[in-house]
């Protein structure tokens, strides 16, 4: 509920402050965020796959929100990836911007369904979902920040094989 009143008084200033933002490694930050996760991904037997490189890649915007975004993402491939399966986090930067790629293996996101998923409360076909207890406001949440940063984000799946979020920020 605090996530959404602050993405709520966002949107109405229209952005996130400067004042908000700091220059951090964004590397760091999700490398963090996969070690929260190293007890769901060793039950589940998880190949995690980190390409990322070797000098710190900065941006300038607001780590919790950013931190936020991370989690909900790799929450989501930990949790939708089968047992025995992989989970890829990569991230690069060209002159502008720097790009995180988090990428999970298993059934994928239905191809009518894809551009749907980033809207609030929207929760792919309960039937196949193996979250029925979410309230379909993380990729809502995700897109959202990200966007108030200046960024974009964007989804790609192969039902039959995998997911792949992949969302940018300045540098």
């Known amino acids: 509920v605090r996530s959404m009143l602050d993405i709520s008084r966002l949107q109405d200033q229209g952005g996130i402050p400067e004042e908000k933002k700091t220059r951090f490694d964004i590397e760091e930050c999700a490398g963090q965020v996969l070690i929260t996760f190293e007890q769901k991904i ?13 000098h710190p890649v900065y941006t300038w915007a607001n780590q919790d929100y950013v931190t936020q975004v991370i989690y909900n993402l790799i929450d ?9 399966g992989y989970i890829e986090v990569s991230s690069k930067a060209d002159a502008e911007k720097v790009i995180v ?9 239905p191809g009518e369904e894809i551009d ?3 809207e609030r409360f929207y929760k792919i076909d309960k039937s196949r979902s193996y979250d029925v ?16 940063h200046g960024g974009q984000i964007i989804a790609r799946s192969n039902p039959d094989e995998f997911t792949e979020f992949i969302f940018q920020l300045p540098l």
């Open 133 to 148: 207890k979410g309230a379909g406001m993380g990729l809502y949440l995700c897109k959202t920040i990200v966007e108030l």
């Open 101 to 109: 790629k988090i990428r999970n293996s298993g059934k994928g996101i």
């Open 42 to 54: 060793n039950a589940k037997n998880l190949n995690v796959q980190v390409d990322m490189p070797e």
């Open 76 to 84: 989501n491939a930990v949790k939708f990836t089968p047992d025995g």
């Open 116 to 118: 749907k998923i980033f």
